[in-house]
């Protein structure tokens, strides 16, 4: 069961933009915070980018610059514009849900046990 859903994914020619939306069931605490992961195939799981509660957005150094996130803590719904996209892009995008006081760093991989609220995930695909 996805406690969250993605939408927004699809294919795109390079130097192409989508929009992801993500929103959470009504059982997900308002208030929690939310950030995007992707996962490009035959590797591990990794941040991409989080918007907290006070404070500016972060982002992993390979999207800054052309991607912006923005997430709405009332609704609990979270997108991200992603612009400029490349062939490394390619991958399955996916957003999770917990307590802000996790650890919301985008470094290293993001094993699964960290967050307690994931979606199924969005194929984003960038062709040559």
């Known amino acids: 069961q996805a406690h969250l859903m993605e939408t927004g994914g699809g294919s795109v020619e390079v130097g192409g933009s989508l929009r992801l939306s993500c929103t959470a069931a009504r059982y997900v605490p308002r208030g929690y915070c939310m950030g995007w992961f992707r996962q490009i195939q035959g590797k591990e799981r990794e941040g991409v980018a989080h918007s907290p509660k006070d404070g500016d957005a972060i982002y992993a150094d390979f999207v800054k610059g052309r991607f912006s996130v923005s997430q709405d803590y009332a609704e609990m719904t979270l997108s991200l514009e992603m612009k400029n996209l490349q062939p490394e892009d390619t991958a399955i995008y996916y957003c999770?849900?917990?307590?802000?006081?996790?650890?919301?760093?985008?470094?290293?991989?993001?094993?699964?046990?960290?967050?307690?609220?994931w979606g199924q995930g969005t194929q984003v695909t960038v062709s040559s």
């Open positions: 999770a849900a917990d307590s802000c006081a996790r650890s919301w760093t985008l470094e290293g991989p993001v094993p699964l046990w960290r967050y307690d609220y």
